[in-house]
């Protein structure tokens, strides 16, 4: 039997931190396309539920468009159980909409409360796994571990939502006592609110895994992105990643040393970009590092903006240094040797670290050489 793990979709996300307003409207339906995405590949692998480890909406208000994406999704897809777990963010009304325009809830959309429910589940190849949740409210976190009974006999899986710590009892917030739920018969701990995937060891029987966002929303969400596939047979329980985001958001490191001017720069991006796997489709934030020479000057806009046909967004930090070799300015009787020294003096008298040193000298020798450096920072 297979079921799907995912999590985190967070509808309705505002998205404008990091994203412009067309932009992050245009994502907002892609979060929505994925949903229904999602449940299109689990019907295709003949999955047999989807577990939604929380945070399915990012707000409490709830827009109609994605009240109505989800609704028609479960109840066009009656053959596919969907197990609803609430997060921290799902403090909407989703499911109290739901039973009013529905009369009640269909039987393949099943809920949790602050207390553990469980659900028997038997496959269509006849292998029976047991799910069972509990919604964490800061409250009952500490207290949950100890009133979970579970059958050893039985395939577990339990969802939870929350971080893991590496404590027992104590829990506060959206905090998970991992050790807790050691020893307790526990075969997958289906998580969510951990947007990057991970698969980690619980105990000797166990693990505990993040199938984390679907879609990377920001640059704070890098790197691939999908959900787990679980198997459950008679003996245990695996679960394989797939990657499935539409976009990836890259974060990359575009070493610059000894380029000065902005096509090369644009040049380099371009090609490292292309190394890192970075398609046209993704979203990407370069890093421009290394050391420059004086008076070289980053112009970060237009190298964003040369860049922007050719990903879906582009962001440009300068995080170069300059290339200082102080003995060229001992002797140079220029205004400009002068300001190096006066420096200098300062970085030897410990009242400037090397770092502010060497942005006031690349500003300073732009002044002074008549270079308009851009001075605003735009992250
Ligand atoms: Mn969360």
Known sequence: MKLIHTADLHLDSALERHLSKSRAEERR??????????VGYSVSIDAEAILIAGDLFDLCKISRTALDAVISTVVGNPNLIFYYLRGNHDEGAFVEEFKARTGSLPDNFKTFSEEWTSYELT?????????????????????LASSLRLDEKNRNIVMLHGQVADISGNAEGETIPIRDYRNKGIDYLALGHIHTPSVNVLDSRGKYVYCGCPEGRGFDECGERGFQVITVNPYGIDAEFVPYAKRVVYDINVDITGLSHT?????????????????EKDLLKARLSGEVDLPTVIYKDQIKKELEPYFYVVRVVDETRPHIDYNDFSADASLKGEFVRMIKEDIDAGKLDEETASKLIRNGIGLLMGIDVPTKQQS
Request: aromatic residues 2%.
């Open 263 to 279: 096509e090369e720069i644009v040049g380099r991006v371009k090609e490292s970009a292309l190394n890192a796997g970075v398609c």
């Open 29 to 38: 339906n892609e979060l929505l396309a994925v949903f229904r995405s999602i």
């Open 123 to 143: 496959g269509r190849d006849g292998v029976k796994v047991t799910i069972t949740g509990a919604e964490m409210n800061g409250r009952n976190n500490a207290l």
